[in-house]
């Protein structure tokens, strides 16, 4: 069955960095669309960066210029590289994807998630 797996998360302080690996397996990931969204407690979840089938990427407002989403050739593993840390980054990160995803589909809501990780910046 599909299953994505989150790791990387951490403490860290302002400014610092992290990157999130998400390892992604029991299915063709080259059709599909990935991202990342995390929660705080008390806030609903939000998407941080997404990359569609043909690799096209986009990213919250709040994190662009900060944060990469990257995926390796296979398509197994989705990176979130997260450069200049701040508090109100501190959340539950997960990796979601929309699978399958056919040639010319826009991406549909995921329909697979990981477990999370947590990461938490300290000021």
């Known amino acids: 069955q599909v299953q994505l797996l989150e790791s990387g998360g951490g403490s860290v302080q302002s400014g610092g960095s992290l990157r999130l690996s998400c390892a992604a397996s029991g299915a063709n990931f080259r059709y599909s669309c990935m991202g990342w969204f995390r929660q705080a407690p008390g806030n609903e979840r939000e998407g941080v960066a997404h990359i569609d089938r043909e690799g096209r990427r986009s990213y919250a407002d709040s994190v662009k210029d900060r944060f990469t989403i990257s995926q390796d050739s296979a398509k197994t593993r989705l990176y979130l590289q997260m450069n200049n840390l701040k508090p109100e980054d501190t959340a539950m990160y997960y990796c979601?994807?929309?699978?399958?995803?056919?040639?010319?589909?826009?991406?549909?809501?995921?329909?697979?998630w990981g477990q999370g990780t947590q990461v938490t910046v300290s000021s």
């Open positions: 979601a994807a929309a699978w399958p995803v056919y040639s010319g589909m826009l991406c549909p809501q995921s329909n697979y």
